[in-house]
DNA sequence: ATGACGACTGGAAGTCGA
């Protein structure tokens, strides 16, 4: 089975590439983050054209996420229990939608950005990622056999080598002790980050920003990860950061993660 | 070329991203 994460930065202004990329990509499962539309402007009929089953979390011109699947889709969560809100009143808004696609429980994931280390955002950042890792612990408690993957985009880079200067980011989110410790307690909850271990070359980014030729000068930051269950882990034969899909007309910021499962 | 930010809403300029 393969299946990938991408932050599309728009499915209306980028569904001829994400239908592209599902055709020569052949993945079985995709789940997106940042749709940036409501569930009834999401382009669902040309990917259930091609077999997939598609189901959205998506409000207005913000956030948004997605899974498609043509190997089953069911037990759709949208939000996990618990997820933090936002604002006054509370929303609690989309960036988690669940599902499970042919025997895989798959979590399309999309962090808050934190935006400043004194705004707001930001402590609600490091609580969404704590309450989250509450459920994920639980998840594989209940049942250590569980074959889970959190995937997306988790606006964290782990490592100093995920970025491409550690000096540019001084004061910044990303790569604040804070963040890393909320993204290590995943691990410490018994969940494997497994695109590292099959993709340990430092500076190897899944994000650039479109200003300042981020791109052509390959500075980026490896932001889009996968957590998975052990049982998931060791399945994984091989994972792949699609750096081609951010060439061309219109790429999105992100490039897609794919994943090989064994069957 | 991988080249100097882009998508959204509203209908201009502001918000958001990271």
Redesign the pocket.
Known sequence: MRLATW?I??I???LDRALAFVERSGVDVLALQ?T???DD?FPREPFEQLGYEVVTSGF????GVAILSRVGLADVEVGFPGQPTFGDPGVVEARALGATCGGVRVWSL?V??G?DLADP?YAYKLDWLARLRDQAGQWLADDPGLQAALVG?W?IAPLDTDVWDLEFFAGK??VTPAEREAFRAFAEAGWTEVSREHVPAEHTYT?W?????R????QG?R?DLTYATPALAARVTGVSIERVE???K?PS??VPVVLDLAD
């Open positions: 932050n930065n728009s209306r202004a980028r940042e940036k539309c409501k402007q207005s011109q913000w956030n999309y808050p950005n935006r955002h985009d606006n989110t990303h994000y920003d479109y200003q300042q030729l791109f052509p000068k390959n930051m932001i951010r060439k061309g219109t910021d992100h």
